[in-house]
Structures are given as C-alpha cells and as structure tokens.
C-alpha cells in the first residue's frame, strides 16, 4: 500500500499584511484537523531565515513528506521555498504555496470575517492538492553561450558590449539601415546638455568593431523555435542591394541617383535619394538602396558611378539561421501621433505645428536646417513659441494614453533653452499639467529654465488652435488653472510634446517569442519590483522602452540588468527546466493529431510507432499550458503537477463545508 502524506502547514504573518486582518493562529489550529496534516504553525515571517529553519526542522524532526506554506503569492516566494525543500532532503515538488495575502486579506481588509472565511478555503484546497502531489525530477539543459539582442538603439548597444566584453558571443538584430535607434535623432541630452551624437557614436562604434559582436542591420526577426538555452532563430536579411564589404561610403551614387523620397530619419522635413544614408555618423558607414522608391534605373550600378562595383539591383531578402542561448528585446519605441486623437492641435493640417521630435531635428547641426529653428510656413525664425505638454499622454481620450511618458516635461524645458540661447529675445511659453523632474538633476534644470532663461510656465490644458490664414500665426485658447482664467495667445509656431508608444514592430516580436503586453502595450516583465528585466518566457528578458516609457539614464541602466542576467544564465553552462511538461500515454493515444494542431509552443510531434501514429511531446519546449490536455479526446496526456486527479481533488475541497457548519 502506498503510505499516508505526512503534511505540515506554516502560516506566515507577513508582518501585518495578513495578521493585521485575519488570526493566524486560527488558521493554523484549523489546518490540524484537515486530512493528513501531522504539523501546523504560524511565524511571523516564513521567507525569514528562522522562518525557512522552522520548516527545514519539521521535515528531519517529523518526517513531513509535503509542505505547505500559507503566505504571498507563488510568484514571489515560491522558488524560495521549493529551495528550503530540497535542502531539507525533500523533493522541491512535494510543496504547495497558498496564496492568502493577495488572494484574501489584501482584497478583505475591511471584511476580516470574510478573509478568514477565504483563507481557510484556500487552506484546505491547497492540502487537497499536496495530498495527491508527485515528486518531479527537474532536467537540465545546455545553453549556448550567444546572446540575441533585438534592436539597435543605445539599450541594444549598452546590453551587447556588457555581454561582450564577459566573453560571450553577441548577435544584434536592427531593422534599419545603422545602428543608434531614436538617440541618434536626439541634438543634446537633458540635465546635462551633452551632446547625444558624441556620447553615442564611439559606443556605435565599439558595437561594431568588437570581435564579440556580429552585427545584422537591415534584418528583422523572422521566427524563433527552441527554449532556454537553445532557442533557433531565423532572421531575414533584407535586400540593401549593396556589398557591405565592397561599399567605401564615397556617395557617388546618391549624388547620381534621380529619385527624391522623404528623409525618414528628418521626419519628413528634409528630402533624401533613393539611394542613402540614414545620417553622418551611421554605422555600418554603406548606402541602402530602399525598394519603395528606386525606379531600377541602373545609374547608380555602372561602373564610372561605383567604381568598386558594390551594387547589385537583383539582390533578393536572405533568411540566415542561428541558434542563441539568450535573447534580449530592445527594441525600443515610437512617438504617438497627433493627427487622429488629438485633430484639435492641428498637427498636419497647420504648418507650424510640429512635434518635440521634428524639433530635435530642428536643432541639430546636421538637420534639416542645421541647426536653425525655422517655421516650416515661410523658413522664419519664430519669435513666439508654445510648447504643449502631455500630448497623447495622462489622456483617457479614445485613442490617447492613461500613462505618463515620464520624458516629455523634460525634453520640452531642453528645447525651450535650447532655442533661448540662440534667440534670447524670444518668447516661449510651455503649457502643462505637471511638471515631472523626477530623475537626478532635473528639478534643477527646471527651475533654472523659469530662473535663467525666462520660460513662461503656463499651468492648463489647451483647449482650441486655430490658424491665422494670412500670416499662418496660430491662435491658442486654453485655461490658465493657477489664475482660474482663460487666456488666448497668439504664436508662431507651436511643439507638441508627443509621448512614447510601443513601436509597430512588438505585435510581431511578441507573437514569435511567445511574450506578453501590458494594458499599455508595452512588453510586460514577469514581476515588476524582483523581475524586473525578465518576461514569463525563461531565458528572454526586456530592456529600455519597449518594456515602458524611460529616459536614456534609466534605459542603460535597465540595458545592464537585462545583459547581467543574460551573462549569468549562460556562465551556468546549463539550466534546469521545470517539469511541469505534459506527458503522453502511448497506451491511449490514437495519434488524431489534435494536440499537435493545438500546440502553441509547437512542442509536439507525430511519431511512427509500431501501432501507427503516436504523440510526442519535447519536454524542453513545454510550458505546460495544458492546452493538450484538455483537447484529447482519448484523455491520453497528462500535466505533471496538475493532474486531473489533483485539479478534482482541489475542486472537492472547494465545494466542502467550512469547518463542517453550514
């Protein structure tokens, strides 16, 4: 006969945080008379070093064979737990976490009758389940020691030399032409004024030349197979239709190219051939002949236009193979459109209306105007400026933002002074909601803006903009919400200070590597305070603005967390893979083929077995989803660690009653 669980209970106080709504000395006198509970108590704090030694000591002294511990959610504490099993000589598996702070006294707090009612609950079908628990056994696989970085920004280049430079090899994916991403549209940078080029440029640079890293521009991802530690990635080369290696940068064929197309990297302001480069400092230095616009003259390919004969017009997309260990999503973010939300401000019906990142271009010396502000109405210098604060942002509007873009108050006070020092006589005008310095330095670049460079700080929504047709000035109507006032301003020219938005790129990324979005778009993190650089897919984790809005301080930073944990989990040499896997019963499957179609991880298999056709499922690509399980129609799989005989026995003892009253 298979001998009795011996199962013992620890409540855990969690300070106040469930002792301060319900008793847990109730719930543990309660946990004794559930079937098979040989321990129970309660401490202050089980995470603790003393609180882990009370279990550890109850296993070796009463021969506990499943543990159960009553406290916060699995997803903060379960490994830690799992780990006091293990290191008591108990298999890690034989645990169950119940969850009775986030779960019941978080949601109860005024109701401690009903949290008590909810945790005993969550009690009691948590020993239902460790009642049927299995021991697991968990594997362990290699990992290759190459890093895929997705996207080339100053997060994707941070993340590639840190891994680099340990020693690992780093494959990073842009899908433009250079490297750099929107830094490299940037003039300066906030508090500090630096130039953004020059901070930028030599790590470019670095990215590039280091013999570590194998640089893929111009590639997009295509699609990605494995898991942890062995994930095959295929990414797709898109036709430049020039030789990287032939090609010396000389521009001779932009200078003969008959083609105008708008420069993208200018927004649309300045034109550029159809034949180019993104900007000066672009890294690789070749030219991109862009497919939307060459007409397939041939100009450009003679050999008295390129000497070294670096052009190939008939160059088609190639998908190239790796295999990577790791992989880190940067690929940053775009800048939200005005033109449909927000038809009030008059963003691409008004000429000089532009937004905060048409302005950088402005300032930049290797702008559209190099450096000159100009009004795109006539190419004046404007002697009056609003800058609009929060467009697309702290907006519950259809088609706007709940988020603050956390960059925008900021980069508006960086143009105003920027344009002052060139302009003092100028007059600019910043309106607002609030203002959020929240990072090292800024409040003092705040202050100094009203201080020193006089910018008049308006406090109020702008309500309408309207053109003065003969002059193209703008006519602005707002409330100031300090003097409790309307007021109307007549300007030149007004920045819109659009916010951040995830870029058009993550549905694609997120579909190919399995992740998941936030109610903001963003890339979600598996936990927000303790995970913050990881995503639920083990062995992927995020960096920069395409997990949320941040500055370049804060994206960089994140950039080393996400490199860091990269590098750690590959200096491992090999992982263990939880085995949570769903399992086949050659006996009863029938091999219909329902699981395989099913699988959203593609971790099944038709195999020939003597009988026909049998399933197989790669224990290594399982997520233990149980979508499998709960298709086959045969009943033929099983879901380690969630059985049907576990799940039934958790249902039971949710329906049981309380305590035996009524």
């Known amino acids: 006969m298979t001998e009795e669980p011996k199962i013992g209970v620890f409540i855990c106080h969690c300070g106040s945080n469930i002792a301060g709504v319900v008793d847990p000395k109730v719930l543990a006198e309660y ?98 389940k460790a009642n049927n628990l299995e021991a697991l056994i968990a594997k362990k696989v290699s990992i290759k020691p190459t890093a895929l970085i997705l996207g080339g920004g100053i997060a994707g280049i941070s993340a590639a030399l840190d891994i680099a430079d340990s020693g690992y090899q780093v494959i990073m994916v842009e899908k433009n032409p250079s490297i750099g991403g929107k830094m490299s549209q940037l003039d300066k940078t906030f508090p500090t004024m630096d130039c953004s080029a020059c901070i930028l440029t030599p790590k470019m640079v670095d990215c590039f030349q280091h013999p570590n890293i194998e640089l893929h521009t111009y590639t997009e991802l295509e699609d990605v197979s494995g898991f942890v530690g062995n994930f095959q990635v295929k990414l797709r080369k898109k036709a430049r239709h020039v030789d990287l290696e032939k090609c010396t940068g000389c521009g001779e064929c932009a200078q003969h190219c008959p083609v105008i197309a708008p ?29 939307d616009y060459c007409i397939k003259c041939g100009i450009c390919a003679r050999k008295e236009v390129c000497e070294p004969e670096a052009i190939n017009l008939d160059e088609k997309d190639k998908i190239i193979e790796k295999e990577v260990g790791t992989i880190i999503v940067a690929s940053g973010y775009e800048v939200f459109d005005p033109s449909v939300a927000l038809e009030q401000y008059g963003f691409g019906r008004y000429e000089n209306v532009i937004t905060g990142l048409q302005m950088e271009r402005l300032l930049s010396s290797f702008g559209p105007t190099e450096g000159k502000v100009k009004r795109p109405s006539d190419l004046k210098d404007p002697e009056k400026v609003l800058f609009i604060q929060c467009v697309g942002s702290r907006n519950q509007q259809e088609g706007c933002n709940p988020y603050c873009s956390r ?86 020219m007004i920045v819109l200070a659009v916010g951040l938005v995830p870029s058009p790129e993550l549905g694609k990324i997120v579909r190919i590597l399995n992740l998941s979005q936030g109610t903001d778009g963003f890339l979600l993190e598996a936990h927000p305070k303790l995970r913050p650089v990881d995503t639920l897919t083990d062995g992927i984790f995020v960096a920069g603005a395409v997990q949320g809005p941040k500055d370049i301080p804060d994206t960089v930073a994140q950039a080393k967390g996400a490199a860091s944990g990269a590098i750690s989990l590959m200096a491992r040499g090999e992982i263990e893979i939880e085995p949570y896997f769903a399992v086949v019963n050659e006996a009863l499957c029938s091999g219909c083929r329902t699981c395989e179609l099913l699988c959203p991880f593609g971790a099944i298999e038709m195999l020939q077995c003597g009988t026909g056709l049998r399933a197989w499922i790669n224990d290594a690509l399982c997520k233990g989803c149980g979508t499998c399980v709960a298709a086959c129609p045969a009943g033929a799989i099983k879901q380690n660690h969630f059985s049907d005989q576990q799940i039934y026995a958790q249902i039971i003892a949710a329906l049981e009653e309380i305590g035996g009253e009524e």
């Open 407 to 492: 960059v925008c108050c900021m980069y508006s006070t960086k143009h105003a002074r920027q344009y002052k020092e060139k302009h003092p006589e100028v007059q600019l005008y910043i309106s607002y909601m609030d203002i959020r310095a929240f990072g090292k330095g800024y409040e003092e670049f705040y202050e100094r803006a009203q201080r020193e460079y006089n910018v008049n700080y308006i406090r109020g929504r702008i309500a309408e903009i309207y053109e003065v047709p003969e002059t193209k000035n703008l006519i602005v109507r707002g409330e100031d919400t300090f003097l409790r006032r309307p007021f109307e301003l007549e300007v030149d």
């Open 263 to 291: 420069n993208e990297f200018d927004l649309g302001m300045s034109p550029r051939k159809a034949c180019y480069i993104p900007f000066p400092q672009a890294v690789p230095l070749v030219y991109t002949i862009d497919d």
């Open 31 to 128: 946990a004794k008379g559930l079937p098979n509970v040989i321990h129970s108590e309660d401490y202050k704090f089980m995470c603790s070093d003393p609180g882990q030694d009370l279990i550890k000591k109850a296993i070796k002294e009463k021969g506990l064979t499943r543990i159960i511990v009553a406290a916060c959610s699995p997803r903060m504490h379960e490994p830690t737990f799992r780990r006091v099993c293990n290191e008591a000589g108990l298999n890690q598996f034989l645990f169950e976490q119940a969850n009775i702070r986030e779960h019941c006294t978080w949601v109860n707090m005024r109701e401690p009758e009903k949290a008590l009612i909810i945790a005993k609950d969550n009690i009691r079908i948590a020993v239902a």
